[in-house]
């Protein structure tokens, strides 16, 4: 199948090629690897996201935090065969946090997005 545009025709695949590759505003840019996040947060509107999310640790020994600050207390630790239920989110100085609680300790606080993930996306605190 051939589409007509002005100056001449483009194929179907290419226009599928180019809507698959596009890059999608919703998605962090990334820098070496390291997640980027704008200085302000966004309201997540979808209805599934204003309920907690299952989530897992990425690490063994992921410190929960009673503050999203790195200085602030731990509290308890997640380990990579935990589970945990993320109940929000927050960016703080370009820098995503989950509140969450750890299911198999009931230890509820702050872990940043390198040591814990939501499989589904979660609303701001």
């Not at 996040?37 to 996201?49: I, L, M, N, P």
Request: one cysteine or more; glycine letters at 8%.
């Amino acid at each position: 199948m051939r589409l007509r545009a002005a100056g001449g025709a483009v194929s179907a695949v290419a226009v599928a090629v180019i809507a698959l590759t596009a890059p999608s505003p919703a998605v962090a840019a990334t820098a070496g690897g390291t997640p980027q996040f704008g200085g302000k947060a966004t309201r997540v509107t979808d209805s599934a996201a204003q309920d907690p999310s299952p989530g897992r640790y990425l690490v063994d020994g992921a410190r929960i935090h009673t503050r999203p600050d790195l200085a602030s207390t731990t509290v308890g630790k997640g380990y990579t065969s935990q589970d945990s239920t993320v109940h929000c989110r927050a960016v703080i100085n370009d820098e995503e946090w989950f509140y969450h609680t750890n299911a198999a300790t009931n230890v509820t606080g702050w872990s940043r997005w390198d040591v814990l993930v939501p499989w589904r996306a979660v609303s701001d605190c």
